[in-house]
Protein backbone atom coordinates (compact mmCIF):
# COMPACT_ATOMS: atom_id res chain seq x y z
CA UNK A 1 0.00 0.00 0.00
CA UNK A 2 2.88 2.24 0.19
CA UNK A 3 3.33 1.72 -3.32
CA UNK A 4 6.39 -0.05 -3.52
CA UNK A 5 5.72 -2.99 -6.23
CA UNK A 6 5.62 -5.82 -4.28
CA UNK A 7 7.84 -9.32 -5.48
CA UNK A 8 5.44 -12.52 -6.62
CA UNK A 9 8.66 -14.24 -7.65
CA UNK A 10 7.68 -17.69 -5.82
CA UNK A 11 4.26 -17.78 -7.27
CA UNK A 12 5.75 -17.23 -10.89
CA UNK A 13 8.10 -19.90 -10.46
CA UNK A 14 5.95 -22.56 -9.28
CA UNK A 15 3.59 -21.33 -12.39
CA UNK A 16 5.89 -21.74 -14.56
CA UNK A 17 6.62 -25.66 -13.06
CA UNK A 18 2.88 -26.01 -13.97
CA UNK A 19 2.59 -24.96 -17.36
CA UNK A 20 5.91 -27.07 -18.44
CA UNK A 21 3.96 -29.78 -17.14
CA UNK A 22 1.16 -29.19 -19.99
CA UNK A 23 0.84 -31.95 -22.28
CA UNK A 24 1.30 -30.45 -25.41
CA UNK A 25 1.00 -33.51 -27.54
CA UNK A 26 -2.47 -33.38 -27.02
CA UNK A 27 -3.63 -30.43 -27.96
CA UNK A 28 -1.73 -30.93 -31.32
CA UNK A 29 -3.71 -33.89 -32.07
CA UNK A 30 -6.82 -31.89 -31.94
CA UNK A 31 -5.67 -30.26 -35.05
CA UNK A 32 -6.36 -32.09 -37.67
CA UNK A 33 -6.86 -29.50 -40.48
CA UNK A 34 -3.77 -27.76 -39.31
CA UNK A 35 -0.91 -28.87 -40.79
CA UNK A 36 1.78 -28.07 -38.50
CA UNK A 37 5.57 -28.59 -39.60
CA UNK A 38 7.61 -31.19 -37.78
CA UNK A 39 10.08 -28.47 -36.49
CA UNK A 40 7.68 -26.29 -34.61
CA UNK A 41 5.46 -29.25 -33.36
CA UNK A 42 9.19 -30.95 -31.79
CA UNK A 43 9.87 -27.30 -30.25
CA UNK A 44 6.28 -27.03 -29.11
CA UNK A 45 6.16 -30.09 -27.67
CA UNK A 46 9.60 -29.89 -25.78
CA UNK A 47 8.57 -26.31 -24.85
CA UNK A 48 11.06 -24.66 -26.74
CA UNK A 49 10.86 -20.93 -27.90
CA UNK A 50 8.45 -20.83 -31.26
CA UNK A 51 7.95 -17.56 -32.65
CA UNK A 52 4.94 -17.06 -35.16
CA UNK A 53 5.25 -14.97 -38.02
CA UNK A 54 2.22 -13.80 -40.65
CA UNK A 55 2.48 -14.18 -44.51
CA UNK A 56 0.18 -11.19 -45.83
CA UNK A 57 3.44 -9.05 -45.44
CA UNK A 58 5.11 -11.70 -48.02
CA UNK A 59 1.92 -11.96 -50.27
CA UNK A 60 0.87 -8.48 -50.12
CA UNK A 61 3.13 -6.30 -48.53
CA UNK A 62 6.33 -6.52 -50.43
CA UNK A 63 7.15 -7.42 -54.52
CA UNK A 64 8.31 -10.92 -55.79
CA UNK A 65 11.11 -11.61 -55.66
CA UNK A 66 12.41 -9.57 -51.97
CA UNK A 67 9.30 -10.56 -50.21
CA UNK A 68 10.83 -14.53 -50.13
CA UNK A 69 14.29 -12.93 -49.66
CA UNK A 70 13.14 -10.81 -46.82
CA UNK A 71 10.97 -14.03 -45.30
CA UNK A 72 13.62 -16.28 -45.14
CA UNK A 73 16.16 -13.80 -43.84
CA UNK A 74 13.67 -12.79 -40.99
CA UNK A 75 13.53 -17.27 -40.38
CA UNK A 76 17.34 -17.02 -40.09
CA UNK A 77 16.99 -14.04 -37.69
CA UNK A 78 15.00 -16.22 -35.57
CA UNK A 79 16.80 -19.15 -35.70
CA UNK A 80 19.85 -16.99 -34.62
CA UNK A 81 18.46 -16.42 -31.66
CA UNK A 82 17.75 -20.11 -30.27
CA UNK A 83 13.84 -19.75 -31.17
CA UNK A 84 12.17 -22.24 -33.95
CA UNK A 85 10.33 -19.67 -36.48
CA UNK A 86 6.60 -20.77 -37.59
CA UNK A 87 5.10 -18.76 -40.65
CA UNK A 88 1.65 -19.42 -41.08
CA UNK A 89 0.10 -19.41 -44.24
CA UNK A 90 -2.92 -21.18 -46.46
CA UNK A 91 -1.75 -23.85 -49.11
CA UNK A 92 -4.02 -24.75 -51.12
CA UNK A 93 -6.44 -24.66 -48.69
CA UNK A 94 -4.45 -26.22 -45.78
CA UNK A 95 -3.94 -24.23 -42.72
CA UNK A 96 0.04 -24.60 -42.22
CA UNK A 97 2.45 -23.66 -39.11
CA UNK A 98 5.99 -23.49 -40.62
CA UNK A 99 6.85 -24.18 -44.42
CA UNK A 100 9.49 -24.92 -45.65
CA UNK A 101 12.15 -22.77 -48.20
CA UNK A 102 10.57 -24.34 -51.28
CA UNK A 103 6.92 -23.56 -50.27
CA UNK A 104 7.69 -20.00 -48.67
CA UNK A 105 9.02 -19.57 -52.87
CA UNK A 106 5.69 -21.03 -54.11
CA UNK A 107 3.88 -18.99 -51.96
CA UNK A 108 5.89 -15.67 -52.55
CA UNK A 109 5.52 -15.73 -55.98
CA UNK A 110 2.29 -14.10 -56.29
CA UNK A 111 1.96 -14.11 -60.18
CA UNK A 112 1.65 -17.76 -60.00
CA UNK A 113 0.33 -18.43 -56.83
CA UNK A 114 -2.40 -16.14 -56.32
CA UNK A 115 -3.12 -16.10 -52.54
CA UNK A 116 -5.96 -13.98 -50.88
CA UNK A 117 -4.90 -11.74 -48.33
CA UNK A 118 -6.59 -13.63 -45.10
CA UNK A 119 -7.60 -12.37 -41.89
CA UNK A 120 -10.08 -13.54 -39.41
CA UNK A 121 -13.38 -13.29 -41.66
CA UNK A 122 -11.07 -14.87 -44.47
CA UNK A 123 -10.31 -17.64 -43.15
CA UNK A 124 -13.04 -19.89 -43.68
CA UNK A 125 -13.67 -18.89 -47.16
CA UNK A 126 -10.44 -19.28 -48.21
CA UNK A 127 -10.06 -23.17 -46.76
CA UNK A 128 -12.97 -23.89 -48.31
CA UNK A 129 -12.43 -22.97 -51.32
CA UNK A 130 -9.03 -24.37 -51.42
CA UNK A 131 -7.03 -21.43 -52.32
CA UNK A 132 -3.71 -20.28 -51.13
CA UNK A 133 -3.38 -17.35 -48.17
CA UNK A 134 -1.35 -14.88 -46.81
CA UNK A 135 -2.25 -14.70 -43.17
CA UNK A 136 -2.75 -11.09 -41.70
CA UNK A 137 -2.01 -10.29 -38.50
CA UNK A 138 -5.19 -11.05 -37.32
CA UNK A 139 -5.35 -13.99 -39.13
CA UNK A 140 -1.90 -15.53 -37.55
CA UNK A 141 -3.49 -14.76 -34.18
CA UNK A 142 -6.44 -16.65 -34.16
CA UNK A 143 -4.42 -20.06 -35.45
CA UNK A 144 -0.86 -18.61 -32.99
CA UNK A 145 -3.78 -19.07 -30.42
CA UNK A 146 -4.91 -22.55 -31.83
CA UNK A 147 -1.65 -24.21 -31.29
CA UNK A 148 -0.34 -23.11 -28.80
CA UNK A 149 2.32 -20.62 -30.00
CA UNK A 150 2.26 -17.48 -27.84
CA UNK A 151 4.91 -14.76 -29.08
CA UNK A 152 4.01 -13.20 -32.78
CA UNK A 153 6.70 -10.92 -34.98
CA UNK A 154 5.96 -8.90 -37.62
CA UNK A 155 7.14 -5.38 -39.24
CA UNK A 156 4.09 -3.20 -38.49
CA UNK A 157 0.58 -3.99 -37.54
CA UNK A 158 -2.67 -2.45 -39.24
CA UNK A 159 -4.69 -0.17 -37.28
CA UNK A 160 -6.96 2.54 -37.60
CA UNK A 161 -7.10 4.27 -41.02
CA UNK A 162 -6.97 8.06 -41.36
CA UNK A 163 -10.28 9.66 -41.56
CA UNK A 164 -11.39 5.97 -39.75
CA UNK A 165 -14.39 7.91 -37.48
CA UNK A 166 -15.74 8.24 -41.01
CA UNK A 167 -15.21 5.57 -42.66
CA UNK A 168 -14.87 2.79 -40.03
CA UNK A 169 -11.72 1.33 -41.41
CA UNK A 170 -10.09 0.11 -38.47
CA UNK A 171 -8.00 -3.36 -39.23
CA UNK A 172 -9.26 -6.59 -37.85
CA UNK A 173 -5.67 -6.71 -35.84
CA UNK A 174 -6.87 -4.77 -33.08
CA UNK A 175 -9.97 -6.80 -32.21
CA UNK A 176 -7.67 -9.90 -32.62
CA UNK A 177 -5.16 -8.33 -30.18
CA UNK A 178 -7.90 -7.94 -27.85
CA UNK A 179 -8.96 -11.76 -27.50
CA UNK A 180 -5.57 -13.54 -28.94
CA UNK A 181 -3.98 -13.99 -25.39
CA UNK A 182 -0.97 -13.68 -28.11
CA UNK A 183 2.40 -11.11 -27.34
CA UNK A 184 2.92 -9.14 -30.76
CA UNK A 185 6.73 -7.96 -31.24
CA UNK A 186 6.23 -5.04 -33.99
CA UNK A 187 8.13 -2.15 -35.17
CA UNK A 188 5.06 0.21 -34.10
CA UNK A 189 2.43 1.36 -36.55
CA UNK A 190 3.09 2.49 -39.83
CA UNK A 191 2.28 6.56 -40.19
CA UNK A 192 -0.38 5.74 -43.22
CA UNK A 193 -2.58 5.37 -40.30
CA UNK A 194 -3.95 7.21 -37.98
CA UNK A 195 -1.46 6.65 -34.71
CA UNK A 196 -3.19 8.23 -31.74
CA UNK A 197 -6.38 6.62 -32.48
CA UNK A 198 -4.69 3.00 -33.20
CA UNK A 199 -3.37 3.39 -29.60
CA UNK A 200 -7.21 4.28 -28.45
CA UNK A 201 -8.15 1.31 -29.33
CA UNK A 202 -5.83 -0.94 -28.26
CA UNK A 203 -6.67 0.90 -24.97
CA UNK A 204 -10.33 -0.10 -25.44
CA UNK A 205 -9.30 -3.73 -26.57
CA UNK A 206 -7.47 -4.38 -23.01
CA UNK A 207 -3.96 -4.77 -24.87
CA UNK A 208 -1.16 -4.04 -23.12
CA UNK A 209 1.24 -1.86 -25.06
CA UNK A 210 4.94 -0.95 -24.28
CA UNK A 211 7.82 0.55 -25.99
CA UNK A 212 10.89 -1.41 -25.60
CA UNK A 213 13.92 0.76 -24.77
CA UNK A 214 14.05 3.91 -22.16
CA UNK A 215 11.59 5.48 -23.69
CA UNK A 216 7.82 5.52 -24.20
CA UNK A 217 7.92 7.33 -27.55
CA UNK A 218 5.88 4.63 -29.57
CA UNK A 219 7.44 3.98 -33.14
CA UNK A 220 6.26 4.44 -36.39
CA UNK A 221 8.18 1.75 -38.27
CA UNK A 222 9.94 4.07 -40.59
CA UNK A 223 11.17 6.11 -37.59
CA UNK A 224 11.61 6.02 -33.91
CA UNK A 225 9.02 8.39 -32.85
CA UNK A 226 5.62 9.07 -33.79
CA UNK A 227 5.34 11.72 -31.30
CA UNK A 228 2.65 9.45 -29.34
CA UNK A 229 3.33 7.82 -26.22
CA UNK A 230 2.92 4.32 -25.18
CA UNK A 231 1.53 4.20 -21.59
CA UNK A 232 4.26 1.71 -20.58
CA UNK A 233 7.58 0.79 -21.67
CA UNK A 234 9.85 -2.30 -20.87
CA UNK A 235 13.66 -2.01 -20.78
CA UNK A 236 14.23 -6.38 -21.28
CA UNK A 237 13.12 -9.02 -22.93
CA UNK A 238 12.99 -10.64 -18.88
CA UNK A 239 10.70 -7.88 -17.97
CA UNK A 240 8.75 -8.30 -21.06
CA UNK A 241 8.53 -11.83 -20.64
CA UNK A 242 7.50 -11.48 -16.53
CA UNK A 243 4.25 -9.59 -18.26
CA UNK A 244 3.90 -12.24 -21.18
CA UNK A 245 4.11 -14.68 -17.66
CA UNK A 246 0.99 -12.86 -15.71
CA UNK A 247 -0.75 -12.39 -18.93
CA UNK A 248 -1.23 -15.89 -18.83
CA UNK A 249 -1.51 -16.48 -15.09
CA UNK A 250 -4.28 -14.23 -14.98
CA UNK A 251 -6.02 -15.98 -17.64
CA UNK A 252 -6.66 -12.02 -19.39
CA UNK A 253 -6.80 -13.55 -22.79
CA UNK A 254 -6.10 -10.49 -24.07
CA UNK A 255 -3.09 -9.92 -26.20
CA UNK A 256 0.11 -7.55 -25.58
CA UNK A 257 1.95 -5.20 -28.06
CA UNK A 258 5.79 -4.79 -27.38
CA UNK A 259 6.99 -2.09 -29.94
CA UNK A 260 10.54 -1.86 -30.65
CA UNK A 261 11.81 0.96 -32.28
CA UNK A 262 14.04 0.81 -35.41
CA UNK A 263 17.64 1.10 -34.85
CA UNK A 264 18.76 4.86 -35.14
CA UNK A 265 21.57 3.48 -38.01
CA UNK A 266 18.44 1.89 -40.09
CA UNK A 267 16.01 4.98 -39.28
CA UNK A 268 14.39 7.34 -42.12
CA UNK A 269 14.31 10.85 -42.02
CA UNK A 270 10.85 11.50 -40.86
CA UNK A 271 10.60 14.30 -43.57
CA UNK A 272 11.24 12.34 -46.32
CA UNK A 273 9.02 9.34 -45.43
CA UNK A 274 6.30 11.77 -44.09
CA UNK A 275 6.00 13.09 -47.66
CA UNK A 276 5.90 9.77 -49.65
CA UNK A 277 3.32 8.33 -47.02
CA UNK A 278 1.29 11.72 -48.10
CA UNK A 279 1.93 11.03 -51.78
CA UNK A 280 0.63 7.51 -51.69
CA UNK A 281 -2.32 8.26 -49.28
CA UNK A 282 -3.08 10.94 -52.19
CA UNK A 283 -2.71 8.03 -54.72
CA UNK A 284 -5.34 6.02 -52.70
CA UNK A 285 -7.84 8.35 -52.77
CA UNK A 286 -7.37 9.58 -56.14
CA UNK A 287 -7.86 5.58 -57.13
CA UNK A 288 -10.76 5.10 -54.90
CA UNK A 289 -8.88 2.22 -52.97
CA UNK A 290 -10.83 1.16 -50.52
CA UNK A 291 -11.45 -2.12 -47.90
CA UNK A 292 -8.88 -4.64 -47.54
CA UNK A 293 -6.76 -3.46 -50.75
CA UNK A 294 -6.07 0.00 -49.02
CA UNK A 295 -2.84 -1.44 -46.80
CA UNK A 296 -1.32 -3.33 -49.58
CA UNK A 297 -1.87 -0.31 -52.03
CA UNK A 298 0.00 1.97 -49.94
CA UNK A 299 2.82 -0.19 -49.21
CA UNK A 300 2.95 -1.22 -53.08
CA UNK A 301 3.27 3.18 -53.92
CA UNK A 302 5.46 3.65 -51.11
CA UNK A 303 7.75 1.22 -52.35
CA UNK A 304 7.60 2.40 -55.75
CA UNK A 305 8.24 5.94 -54.70
CA UNK A 306 11.45 5.40 -52.71
CA UNK A 307 12.84 2.92 -54.87
CA UNK A 308 12.06 5.44 -58.31
CA UNK A 309 13.52 7.87 -56.67
CA UNK A 310 16.68 8.41 -56.51
CA UNK A 311 19.69 6.05 -55.20
CA UNK A 312 19.30 7.65 -51.61
CA UNK A 313 15.66 6.86 -51.46
CA UNK A 314 16.34 2.95 -52.86
CA UNK A 315 18.84 2.31 -49.89
CA UNK A 316 16.11 3.60 -47.65
CA UNK A 317 13.90 0.93 -49.38
CA UNK A 318 16.86 -1.67 -48.49
CA UNK A 319 16.43 -0.27 -45.25
CA UNK A 320 12.75 -0.58 -44.65
CA UNK A 321 13.96 -4.41 -45.22
CA UNK A 322 16.46 -4.64 -42.44
CA UNK A 323 14.35 -2.42 -39.99
CA UNK A 324 11.88 -5.47 -40.34
CA UNK A 325 14.75 -8.29 -39.65
CA UNK A 326 16.22 -6.28 -36.71
CA UNK A 327 12.97 -5.78 -34.87
CA UNK A 328 12.02 -9.08 -35.54
CA UNK A 329 15.16 -10.31 -34.49
CA UNK A 330 14.79 -8.92 -30.79
CA UNK A 331 11.41 -11.48 -30.92
CA UNK A 332 13.80 -14.21 -30.20
CA UNK A 333 14.76 -12.76 -27.13
CA UNK A 334 11.18 -11.84 -26.32
CA UNK A 335 10.35 -15.64 -27.11
CA UNK A 336 13.20 -17.00 -24.64
CA UNK A 337 10.27 -16.75 -22.04
N1 LIG B 1 1.14 -2.95 -41.91
C1 LIG B 1 2.39 -2.92 -42.36
N2 LIG B 1 2.84 -3.93 -43.16
C2 LIG B 1 2.03 -4.98 -43.51
C3 LIG B 1 0.70 -4.98 -43.00
C4 LIG B 1 0.31 -3.95 -42.21
O1 LIG B 1 3.12 -1.99 -42.04
O2 LIG B 1 2.44 -5.87 -44.25
C5 LIG B 1 -0.21 -6.14 -43.33
C6 LIG B 1 -0.26 -7.09 -42.13
O3 LIG B 1 -0.41 -8.40 -42.60
C7 LIG B 1 -1.51 -6.63 -41.42
C8 LIG B 1 -2.40 -6.27 -42.58
O4 LIG B 1 -2.10 -7.60 -40.60
O5 LIG B 1 -1.54 -5.67 -43.52
C9 LIG B 1 -3.50 -5.30 -42.15
O6 LIG B 1 -4.38 -5.12 -43.22
P1 LIG B 1 -5.68 -4.21 -42.99
O7 LIG B 1 -5.15 -2.82 -42.80
O8 LIG B 1 -6.47 -4.38 -44.24
O9 LIG B 1 -6.36 -4.74 -41.78
MN1 LIG C 1 -9.46 -2.32 -43.34
Redesign the pocket.
Known amino acids: LDGTPRKNETKKEKDIEDLSDFDFSDMLSNFNNIQISEEVRAALQNDNAVVSL????IT???PYPQNVKCALEVEAVVRDQGAVPATVAIVQGQIRVGLDENELTRLGDVQKSRPI?T?RRDLAYVVGKGLNG???????LVLAKKVGIPVFA??????V?REGETTL?I???LTELGKCGVAVVSSG??S??DIPKTLEYLETEGVFVATFGDTTDFPA?YSRKSGCHAPYSVETAAEAAKIIHWNRTLNLQSGMLFAVPVPEQFAFDENVINDVIAEALEDAKRNGIR??????FL?GRIGEITAGKSLETSILRYRSQVTFLVATGKSGNAAGC
Not at 134 to 140: A, F, Q, R, W
Open positions: ESTIHGMKSGTTVSGTTGGIGGHDSADVKILFGKEITPL
